[in-house]
């Protein structure tokens, strides 16, 4: 610091100083864990009014040795910046394929559907439709069971790659759900022309289902949305009853959340009773 100018001063801002320290701190730990195996997968279910189970989605988790679980929230954007989400990325797709052939051997569980998240980054890689099907042949998963959710984001630029890219792997089974639908900036004209299956309400707007009627008149609308585009629509974040006989009487039948099951390692889930 020594001769540096008034003017660099907020450089050296001891809090600023601290917080780039810690991010470099956890940045390097990040780049420890897929070779010293801190990654897990969470699974949670998905389920219809009846309370069956339909499928599940995959969740990362990162049991660090000292800082112990690290919430995704917090290195999932580190790990887009650095782009170790690419990686992480193809551990966690494999994670899941291989637990999707293990359910495709076992009868009460062989209809079961498995979502992973998938980052803009992760897509944008050229070669990410041969990593894909690479993965599913190398684990034997069944493709129509695999679901990749993917964020509006990714159709802002390169919209027509982005499209080829899922017509590609739509061609080989793989399904597509639109996550966090109503956060982003898609256009409505857009997402008609997207292979989708599923448009996925985000759960900012079920928390304020019952409090907020902006947040009602907009989850009405996605609903109304995937009807009319003949799409699947699943509500994200559902935590009661009174959010889910709302989504039921608006016609929505497919929940995630709290009021069901939360994330679970595998060996807590139970998969072939309703839940
Ligand atoms: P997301 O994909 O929107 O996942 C839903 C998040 O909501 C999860 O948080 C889940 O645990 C949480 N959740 C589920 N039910 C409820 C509920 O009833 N109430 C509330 N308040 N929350 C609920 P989580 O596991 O912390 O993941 C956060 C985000 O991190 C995910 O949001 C996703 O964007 C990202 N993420 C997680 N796993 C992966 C992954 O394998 N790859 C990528 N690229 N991103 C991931
Ligand atoms: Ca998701
Ligand atoms: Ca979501
Ligand atoms: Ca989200």
Not at 98 to 105: G, P, S
Not at 157 to 167: C, G, V, Y
């Amino acid at each position: 610091a020594k001769g540096a100018g008034r003017n660099t001063l907020s450089f050296f801002d001891p809090e600023m100083q601290v917080r780039l320290q810690a991010r470099a701190r956890l940045e390097a730990d990040l780049r420890q864990a897929l070779p010293r195996e801190e990654f897990h997968l969470h699974y949670q279910p998905q389920v219809t009014d009846s309370g069956e189970i339909r499928g599940v989605e995959a969740l990362l988790r990162w049991q660090h040795p000292r800082r112990g679980a690290v919430s995704p929230g917090e290195f999932i954007p580190l790990a887009e910046e650095n782009r170790l989400i690419v990686a992480i990325g193809a551990w966690v797709l494999e994670s899941a394929c291989r637990q999707l052939a293990a359910w495709a051997a076992d009868p009460a569980r062989r209809h079961l559907t498995l979502a992973v998240n998938v980052s803009p980054r992760q897509f944008r890689e050229v070669d990410f439709v041969e990593r894909v099907v690479a993965i599913l042949d190398a684990t034997r998963a069944p493709a129509e069971r695999l679901k990749l959710e993917v964020t509006e984001s990714l159709f802002l630029e390169e919209r027509d790659e982005a499209r080829a890219k899922m017509l590609r792997l739509r061609e080989r089974g793989v399904r597509f759900s639109l996550d966090d639908f109503g956060t982003g900036y898609s256009s409505l004209s857009y997402i008609k022309r997207l292979p989708l299956d599923q448009l996925k309400i985000d759960q900012s707007f079920v928390r304020d289902l019952l409090v907020d009627e902006a947040s009602a008149a907009i989850v009405a609308s996605i609903i109304a949305l995937a009807r009319s585009l003949e799409l699947e629509v699943i509500a994200e974040g559902v935590e009661t009853e009174a959010q889910r006989d709302w989504l039921i009487a608006h016609e929505c039948h497919a929940f995630q959340g709290y009021l069901f099951s939360r994330p679970l390692p595998l060996e807590e889930l139970h998969l072939s009773k309703a839940c």
